[in-house]
């Protein structure tokens, strides 16, 4: 790890997080359900914010990955602290608010919760997607400071709607890295947490990546971590990710958060976040503060026990 950053910095981290995280399901969103082959074929290299894609989006328009992020962050800052039926409660709203689009799993969990009220969706070795895993930057935000609540948190949020090893794991992962970056790790440390994760997980290494980008959270990561060890800035890596299709605005959007919070708002392609809608970019910009005044680390600078 490298000298701990300035409190300007980690806020900078903090929002580039965020807004990384909707501009990598922006961009992504055009080559969802693409292929590689098919992407070349439409595009070249896709390295534009135009919307489109199979939901025919606006350009800047984001899917439910960004927005279930912001519906949990807007819980939590709401409630002023954890409280994981908030967080239920704001993805019920979200939904009736009819979204352009809903994961199959998010929905059913959802639905779960309206009509038991449980907080945890019974284990199911169907749910090992990605669609908890995405939501996980501001749970990270929030648990800033607090490794070990980070990831129990992390885990937490995802049992609404996934309830499998592998997506437990991968919430975890996504959310210490997004952690670790916002506090200036370094690139070696940061892989160290994905080698830690393939060591208790095998199917997670990514050293033989054949570039598979489907939902799966395993094939989802394995394209997030390739990506992002093998390029040098956060363009490079986030039209890396995008153009290898598949789910393309979920890989895109983990990327973006992780990549954010590494690089840093200077590293943001300025001609991106002209593109990005403009309630987004708000949002993005003002919840990041709120969740990060809620976090261990904010007590601390701020002197509180």
């Not at 914010?49 to 025919?56: P, R, S, T, Y």
């Not at 997980?201 to 394995?222: I, K, M, N, W």
Request: contains cysteine; hydrophobic residues 45%.
């Amino acid at each position: 790890m490298s000298a701990p950053p300035s409190p300007p910095d980690v806020l900078g981290r903090a929002r580039a997080c965020l807004l990384g995280l909707a501009l990598g399901d922006a961009l992504g969103a055009t080559t969802e359900f693409m292929s590689p082959a098919e992407i070349r074929a439409a595009h070249g290299v896709h390295r534009t914010i135009v919307g489109g894609g199979w939901l025919g989006l606006r350009p800047g328009r984001v899917t439910d990955d960004t927005e279930m992020s912001l519906a949990l962050a807007r819980a939590l800052v709401a409630a002023g602290g954890w409280d994981l039926t908030a967080v239920a409660e704001g993805f019920v709203a979200w939904l009736k608010g009819r979204p352009i689009d809903v994961g199959a799993t998010c929905r059913k969990g959802i639905r779960d919760y309206l009509l038991t009220g449980r907080l945890e969706v019974p284990p199911n070795e169907w749910d090992a997607g990605n669609g908890a895993a995405v939501r996980v930057a501001p749970v990270a935000l929030f648990g800033l400071g607090d490794e070990e609540l980070c990831r129990g948190l992390a885990v937490a949020q995802a049992r609404l709607t996934h309830h499998h090893p592998l997506s437990d794991a991968a919430c975890g992962t996504v959310a210490l890295l997004v952690q670790r970056a916002v506090l200036g790790a370094t690139a070696f440390d940061l892989h160290a947490v994905t080698r830690d994760l393939a060591a208790r997980h095998p199917a997670f290494g990514f050293a033989r990546y054949q570039g598979e980008a489907s939902g799966y959270v395993v094939d989802t990561l394995r394209t997030v971590f390739h990506h992002f060890f093998t390029t040098a800035t956060f363009e490079e890596c986030l039209v890396a990710v995008v153009n290898q299709g598949g789910d393309a605005d979920t890989t895109g959007a983990i990327a973006g958060a992780i990549a954010g919070a590494f690089y840093g708002p200077d590293a943001l392609p300025p001609g991106w976040l002209r593109r990005l809608d403009p309630a987004v970019r708000d949002a993005c910009q003002e919840l990041a503060p709120g969740l990060l005044r809620l976090s261990p680390w904010w007590r601390v600078q701020s002197g509180v026990p």
